[in-house]
């Protein structure tokens, strides 16, 4: 709840600033967009467009007036200081608590494979990258999806053999 209307103030400041000529454009993506897309919608009629947590396609297209076909990748852009990036290893959670929204808003758990992970650490580390934080919204389900086991401990020998990470 209290993330939920932190996110709604935010919207509604930066819609503010677009009332008062220092925004042209307000554009909502995430979770919450994509759980409460039609309501925030007629709620916040002043944001020009909502996503839904992973329309990065159509978000770039509408930014950039360009159509990206689904081979188009992305360079990844670090925001933390050069020595250290998170790593998220999988997405969604299967455990259904009661006050949790997480299965709903992202859904089942989805691990990525450990040769993706592999890669773009390999990536990161010869950027300068010499730390991995790993994130995932239960990182203890870690490959169930992908080789029917638990696989974390796998997964982190194999990012700890890659030259440059520390």
């Known amino acids: 709840g209290d993330a939920k209307e932190e996110s709604i103030e935010m919207i509604l400041s930066l819609c503010e600033l677009k009332e008062n000529g220092l925004l042209d454009k307000v554009y909502v993506m995430g979770c919450l967009s994509e759980r409460y897309i039609k309501e925030l919608g007629e709620e916040i009629p002043q944001v020009d467009k909502f996503y839904g947590k992973f329309d990065w396609r159509n978000l770039i297209s509408d930014l950039t007036s360009q159509q990206l076909d689904?081979?188009?990748?992305?360079?990844?852009?670090?925001?933390?200081?050069?020595?250290y990036a998170y790593l998220k290893i999988s997405e969604g959670c299967d455990r259904r608590c009661s006050y949790c929204a997480i299965p709903f808003i992202r859904g089942a758990h989805k691990s990525v494979p450990m040769e993706?992970?592999?890669?773009?650490?390999e990536s990161l580390a010869k950027n300068g990258v010499k730390e991995l934080i790993?994130?995932?919204q239960d990182t203890t389900y870690?490959?169930?999806d992908l080789y029917h086991r638990?696989?974390?401990?796998?997964?982190?020998?194999?990012l700890s053999e890659v030259d440059g990470i520390e």
């Open 142 to 144: 870690y490959g169930l």
């Open 150 to 158: 638990r696989a974390l401990a796998e997964l982190l020998q194999k």
């Open 70 to 83: 689904n081979d188009s990748s992305f360079e990844r852009v670090l925001t933390t200081p050069p020595h």
């Open 116 to 121: 993706d992970l592999v890669d773009e650490a």
């Open 134 to 136: 790993i994130i995932a």
